[in-house]
């Protein structure tokens, strides 16, 4: 769900890290205009995106549109408008250029709402996992964030799982309409709270 969030101005910007956030094997860290030649390599390799796990962007996409991605996450870290809002990129020590990206969208007062993705080639290793938590920890501890939260599709059983390894919670269902189309669509909710993810 990584390229639900509508272009509007966050409110107010969330301050990005002023470090790699890392667990010894994850790093998250803001994304820079360098992370365009590894976006541009996922673009263009066959089915390299997956069709989902970087926003705004289709196979074959070209480095204009690489950069642009890596300057709306920008823009969303300083509170200017942005498709799809804030974002850091995950590394992997010893591995050249990033393997996937995390996303952060205010849904309320106090409330975050991380999405992620990880390249198909670096599925299945638990980074979403690491990722995830490294990122609602950072948020409740550093950021005071009351709530972190995660919007999983009812199908979508690998994000299910990474969620409740992460140290997040079910936490019911929510409804939210598609402008464009006038559709509503339903996702499970996932939260951690006060004392982050375990």
Known sequence: MIDGVSPSPASPPLAPPDRVLGDGVVGLRVPSFRDARAILGYAQAEGGLDGTWLPSLAPGAPKTRCQWLIQDWLNGWAGQESHNGPALVVDLRDVPGLVGVVGFGTTGP?????????????????????????????????????????????????????????????????????????????????????????
């Open 110 to 198: 106090g409330t975050v709402e991380l999405s992620y993705g990880i390249a198909p080639a670096w599925r299945g290793r638990g980074l979403a996992t690491r990722a995830a938590r490294l990122a609602a920890r950072w948020l409740v501890e550093e950021r005071g964030v009351r709530e972190v939260e995660l919007r999983i599709g009812r199908r979508n059983l690998a994000s299910r799982r990474v969620a409740v390894k992460a140290g997040f919670r079910p936490a019911g269902r929510v409804r939210s309409p598609v402008e464009a189309t006038g559709d509503v669509y339903e996702d499970l909710r996932y939260v951690v709270g006060p004392g982050g993810p375990g």
